[in-house]
């Protein structure tokens, strides 16, 4: 098996005199895919990967690995689709987490929402059974996804397509499918769900926020990200999992009658009074993620050890001083640690580095519709620990909480057991509106409130 890493170098000058512009035939050419081989029987079979265009080419790094070393939540790559939304470069490698592993085989999931179709697009009621997405599963995405090769490692899954147990709507007959989604057991099976109360009839889990792909996102995906001020979710799961991007996507048991159908929604819930409930059949703007179990044994995979499609992990590192004396000063400024270059149609390109080393951290280009592209992104090296005190902490404690001017955070008093407290609160009418006492363990940095709110303060410096 081939593990391998995706090595993408950002010209910075290049970004910047690019910006959100089209191609013009005075520019560099935009990026091309390469070829990554997956061996098989009598030859080897092609996929496209990103790599960036450079006159001297850089290769994708793999080495063999013995498919045993696979683990419930690695990536592993198999097929392709369009999902960068530009088919001129060809179909992108599919990812897909591993949810399952008995003997020898694997239940997969795709990473990503990789398209919209609705559950079924006739009029009445349908179970799995006899839906227009089971069959464009198993024909359309099925014969586009997969080579005749990659199909023979693709196993024939008997699904159980279990009854809704709250409303009490027939699941239908159980069926054998090779691509398939979900079912609500399965969500509950094979992911780690919370719930607000021991009662409580959704559930959610940070899992299940999946991101839409270019593709998925432009035929009209309905798209979401949990706001600061959520109040929806407990207040440390807002914290950990705003901005993540997130997208509606079918689960195939059937929600308050059979012209209805689960989803995992908004902040990766899933329940009866939210994911379970689901949507009409014919909704156009519901996601899929498709999923599969695959033989192991039958066939090499690539495993992902970075994310191919985003490129979250990338093998070089800049200085920022060398970008500015390149590109000459930045327009800019938020913070002592992130320069911003304005471009031209309201796009701007910002980066973020060590003030310690200078080394740039992460490369983003700020388009001007208030999307994101991260394009570049290197692992910090580990820092030295740095001591918490009465001084420090504060920030953290504002970043946690997501608060700013007017609400302040201040060192208080040390208790009976060494911990630091703080105040966070605001001035309100000349008196003292307070928000959260909070309670700081200096040689941990373990960090807790009265209202059973604990996080770790080293997570939130900066």
Known sequence: MNKFIVIMISILSFVL????????EDEEPMDE?????????????????????????????????????????DYIVIGSYEQDNNSADGAEPIEWKILDIQDGTALLVSKYVLDVVPYNDADGDATWENCSLRNWMNNDFYNTAFSSYEKTGILASDLVNED?????????????????????????????????????????SSELIVPPTPYSENKKLTTWSIVPD????????????????????????????NSSACTVGYGGSAGYEDGYRGFPMKMNNVGICPAMRVDLTSFTIIKSSATINSFESINKTYNIDDVVSEVGEYSRTSGTQNYIWDLEDGCSVWISFSESDRKINQITQLRADGTKNVMYYCEPEEEPVVTLDENNIPQAIMTYFVYSEPKRCDFDHTDDNGNLVFHVYEIVDNHTSTYEWVYVNPSTGEAWTDFNVSFNVYDYLY
């Open 17 to 24: 005199l690019v910006g959100c512009k089209g191609k013009t």
């Open 230 to 257: 959520d109040y929806t979710f407990p207040r440390a799961y807002v914290v950990e999992n705003m901005d993540k991007p997130g997208s509606n996507w079918w689960l195939r048991t059937p929600s308050m009658s």
């Open 33 to 73: 895919p390469t070829t990554i081989q997956i061996a098989e029987e009598g030859g080897h079979h092609n996929e496209t990967a990103y790599t960036p265009v450079e006159e001297e080419e850089i290769k994708i790094e793999s080495e063999l690995f013995d498919y045993n070393s696979l683990s419930v939540g």
């Open 164 to 204: 809704n147990s709250y409303y009490l709507t027939e699941g239908g007959n159980d069926t054998s499918d090779n691509i398939f989604c979900l079912s609500f057991g399965e969500i509950e099976n094979y992911y780690v769900l919370e719930r607000t109360s021991e009662t409580a009839l959704d559930a959610y």
